[in-house]
């Protein structure tokens, strides 16, 4: 992935948060590299998260998903709700973890995996702090529907059924982890139309971002996960 945003006019501010000295020191030092960037704070559990973050008021949080004292979901969940502005990328060692998926049923904007090269985290940390949601379809997608699969079904929310049916479909698509560009495309409307009818879906929906409006998606029903 290649982030196309414009070069943030203040850098962007970075907590990171992980219960390991030398992770937490190495991802601080990687970021610090980077002329947009800046380390406001770090943390070695999710509470010291919350209120390092409270205090700092950083653009995003990079969130171990596993740590002491409080973990990385309700952490994620508490900095969602008082700390609306802020973004939260979630750090896993693994792909398919279900705490990740809880995770982003929580708010978070997306997540990365610890052994990741520079250059991704790099691109992954613009993109988030663009306002963007972290979707790779091959990974993210595959997080969702696995678990969702998993998972008894719950019933239909009732934000969905405020869907209009071109909404429904702009929210399927998302779920297939097709950029605005490519439900365009898809569609075969304007770019502007996709990107107004998305931030329809994520009003109505009340979610967030795109992550959490693809959990709803496959948890409704309205996207059926494949079966393995």
């Not at 991802?27 to 409270?54: H, I, K, M, Y």
């Not at 309700?74 to 969602?80: D, I, K, S, V, Y």
């Not at 379809?137 to 529907?145: E, F, G, K, Q, S």
């Not at 009732?158 to 998302?174: A, F, G, Q």
Request: proline residues 6%.
């Amino acid at each position: 992935m290649t982030a196309d945003t414009a070069p943030f006019p203040a850098p962007v501010r970075i907590v990171v948060a992980d219960d390991q000295d030398v992770v937490r020191a190495g991802f601080a030092a990687l970021l610090d590299t980077q002329p947009d960037f800046e380390v406001v704070g770090s943390a070695r559990d999710g509470a010291e998260a919350v209120r390092v973050c409270r205090d700092t008021r950083p653009d995003l949080v990079l969130m171990d998903v596993r740590m002491p004292t409080m973990d990385g979901i309700e952490a994620t969940r508490l900095l969602t709700r008082q700390l609306p502005t802020t973004r939260v990328v979630m750090l896993t060692t693994f792909d398919l973890d279900e705490h990740v998926y809880d995770a982003l049923a929580a708010g978070a904007s997306g997540f990365l995996l610890k052994d990741m090269v520079a250059e991704r985290l790099f691109d992954a940390v613009r993109v988030v702090a663009a306002g963007e949601a972290l979707l790779a379809p091959t990974v993210t997608r595959r997080l969702i529907a696995e678990f969702t699969r998993l998972r008894p079904r719950s019933s239909p929310t009732p934000e969905l059924s405020t869907l209009t049916p071109r909404e429904r479909e702009v929210l399927r698509l998302v779920a297939e982890g097709l950029s605005n560009t490519e439900i365009a495309q898809r569609l075969v409307v304007g770019g502007e139309t996709v990107k107004t009818h998305v931030s329809r879906v994520l009003s109505k929906l009340g979610v967030r971002d795109r992550a959490q409006a693809v959990v709803a998606a496959y948890e409704s029903g309205l996207v059926v996960p494949r079966a393995p």
